[in-house]
C-alpha cells in the first residue's frame, strides 16, 4: 500500500529517454492512459519529441485518417529518413473541447504550455461558490462520506466566467477537510462545464462513457504528504511513504491532483467542482473505486485560514 524499495523499482527514469517521441494523450482517458502519457512526454530528453492531446475516444482517433497520417509522417521522418517537415512542426497540438466531438486544435511548443495563466479561485461553503478573491468568513460543508438516497452524499462549486476563457492542461484542488466518524477519506472530484443557458456540455468519457466530464481527480488523504521538491503550484506530486490518518475533529489541507484536460469556456459558462466519497458520474463502475475507507460524514472548510 506504500511506496518501497519494490514499488521504486517499477518507475524507470524517463529523463533517460532520448529517442523521438510522438506521444499522444486522451483527455477520455483520465483513469489510465493520460497522466503516463503526459508524464513521458514531459520527463523524456529527447530532443525531437511531439505531443498530441486530443478529446475524442482513443481508438477511434488513432485509426481514422487523420490520426494514421500524423503517425505516417513521424515514422516516415525518423524510421525512414524523410524530411517531410516533421522537425519544423509546433511540438504540441491540443484540442481544445468545446462541445461533444467539437473542438479547436491549438498548437505550442511545449506542456505545459508556456503561456499558461495559472488562476487561482477560492472555495466559500456559504453558498458554494468559487471566487476570484479570498473569502475572508468561515464556513463548512458537509456530505455523507458514503452514496446515500436519504441524505446530501455530494457538494458541488460553481464558477462563472468573465471572459472567454481556455482551460489547458494541469489543475489542483486544495481542501481543508476533516472526517466525523472515521480516521480517512478518500475524496472524488470531477469538473463539469455549463453553458450559460443552464446546460450540462458532455464530452467522451472513460470506459466509452458518453455522458463524460471536464476532469477528474481522486486523493485518499492519508497519502496527502507531498513531495515538496517535485511539487508545482499546478500539480501536487505526492510521496505515498506513510499513511497520516486523521484524529477526530482534525483539520487537515490536501492537495488533489485534477488530471490534465482541455476545455473552452465561453462568457456566462459556468465551471462546476464536484467533491463527493464515491466515483462522480458513476455509470458502469466507472473508475472502479469500490473498496474506500469512507466512514460517517466528510466536512470541508473554507474562508479565513482555510
Given at each position: 500500500?506504500?511506496?518501497?524499495?519494490?514499488?521504486?523499482?517499477?518507475?524507470?527514469?524517463?529523463?533517460?529517454?532520448?529517442?523521438?517521441?510522438?506521444?499522444?494523450?486522451?483527455?477520455?482517458?483520465?483513469?489510465?492512459?493520460?497522466?503516463?502519457?503526459?508524464?513521458?512526454?514531459?520527463?523524456?530528453?529527447?530532443?525531437?519529441?511531439?505531443?498530441?492531446?486530443?478529446?475524442?475516444?482513443?481508438?477511434?482517433?488513432?485509426?481514422?485518417?487523420?490520426?494514421?497520417?500524423?503517425?505516417?509522417?513521424?515514422?516516415?521522418?525518423?524510421?525512414?529518413?524523410?524530411?517531410?517537415?516533421?522537425?519544423?512542426?509546433?511540438?504540441?497540438?491540443?484540442?481544445?473541447?468545446?462541445?461533444?466531438?467539437?473542438?479547436?486544435?491549438?498548437?505550442?511548443?511545449?506542456?505545459?504550455?508556456?503561456?499558461?495563466?495559472?488562476?487561482?479561485?477560492?472555495?466559500?461553503?456559504?453558498?458554494?461558490?468559487?471566487?476570484?478573491?479570498?473569502?475572508?468568513?468561515?464556513?463548512?460543508?458537509?456530505?455523507?462520506?458514503?452514496?446515500?438516497?436519504?441524505?446530501?452524499?455530494?457538494?458541488?462549486?460553481?464558477?462563472?466566467?468573465?471572459?472567454?476563457?481556455?482551460?489547458?492542461?494541469?489543475?489542483?484542488?486544495?481542501?481543508?477537510?476533516?472526517?466525523?466518524?472515521?480516521?480517512?477519506?478518500?475524496?472524488?472530484?470531477?469538473?463539469?462545464?455549463i453553458d450559460k443557458h443552464g446546460n450540462e456540455v458532455f464530452f467522451p468519457d472513460f470506459q466509452h462513457v458518453e455522458r463524460g466530464l471536464?476532469?477528474?481527480?481522486?486523493?485518499?488523504?492519508?497519502?496527502?504528504?507531498?513531495?515538496?521538491?517535485?511539487?508545482?503550484?499546478?500539480?501536487?506530486?505526492?510521496?505515498?511513504?506513510?499513511?497520516?490518518?486523521?484524529?477526530?475533529?482534525?483539520?487537515?489541507?490536501?492537495?488533489?491532483?485534477?488530471?490534465?484536460?482541455?476545455?473552452?469556456?465561453?462568457?456566462?459558462?459556468?465551471?462546476?467542482?464536484?467533491?463527493?466519497?464515491?466515483?462522480?458520474?458513476n455509470v458502469f463502475n466507472r473508475f472502479k473505486h469500490e473498496e474506500t475507507v469512507n466512514r460517517g460524514q466528510h466536512i470541508i472548510y473554507?474562508?479565513?485560514?482555510?
Amino acid at each position: 500500500p506504500l511506496m518501497d524499495d519494490f514499488w521504486r523499482s517499477k518507475h524507470p527514469d524517463l529523463s533517460k529517454i532520448d529517442t523521438a517521441v510522438f506521444a499522444v494523450a486522451s483527455w477520455a482517458t483520465a483513469g489510465l492512459h493520460t497522466r503516463g502519457s503526459i508524464e513521458g512526454f514531459k520527463q523524456a530528453s529527447s530532443k525531437n519529441k511531439w505531443l498530441y492531446g486530443h478529446g475524442r475516444k482513443e481508438w477511434e482517433t488513432y485509426y481514422a485518417r487523420e490520426g494514421l497520417e500524423k503517425q505516417r509522417r513521424f515514422f516516415d521522418c525518423f524510421l525512414k529518413g524523410k524530411e517531410n517537415g516533421m522537425r519544423e512542426i509546433p511540438r504540441v497540438c491540443i484540442e481544445v473541447r468545446d462541445h461533444f466531438y467539437n473542438g479547436r486544435e491549438r498548437y505550442f511548443e511545449d506542456f505545459p504550455v508556456p503561456q499558461t495563466e495559472y488562476r487561482p479561485l477560492f472555495l466559500d461553503a456559504a453558498d458554494c461558490s468559487l471566487n476570484e478573491q479570498p473569502v475572508s468568513k468561515k464556513s463548512e460543508e458537509s456530505y455523507s462520506a458514503l452514496k446515500s438516497n436519504k441524505a446530501q452524499d455530494s457538494t458541488f462549486w460553481d464558477y462563472i466566467f468573465g471572459e472567454a476563457t481556455d482551460l489547458i492542461g494541469h489543475i489542483k484542488l486544495k481542501l481543508w477537510v476533516s472526517a466525523e466518524g472515521g480516521d480517512d477519506l478518500d475524496l472524488h472530484v470531477a469538473l463539469k462545464k455549463i453553458d450559460k443557458h443552464g446546460n450540462e456540455v458532455f464530452f467522451p468519457d472513460f470506459q466509452h462513457v458518453e455522458r463524460g466530464l471536464v476532469a477528474s481527480g481522486w486523493l485518499r488523504v492519508s497519502h496527502r504528504e507531498l513531495d515538496e521538491e517535485r511539487s508545482t503550484i499546478y500539480q501536487p506530486w505526492l510521496k505515498h511513504e506513510r499513511l497520516l490518518k486523521l484524529s477526530p475533529q482534525e483539520v487537515v489541507s490536501c492537495e488533489i491532483e485534477i488530471l490534465p484536460s482541455a476545455t473552452g469556456f465561453l462568457k456566462g459558462d459556468k465551471l462546476r467542482l464536484i467533491v463527493q466519497g464515491y466515483d462522480v458520474l458513476n455509470v458502469f463502475n466507472r473508475f472502479k473505486h469500490e473498496e474506500t475507507v469512507n466512514r460517517g460524514q466528510h466536512i470541508i472548510y473554507t474562508g479565513g485560514l482555510y
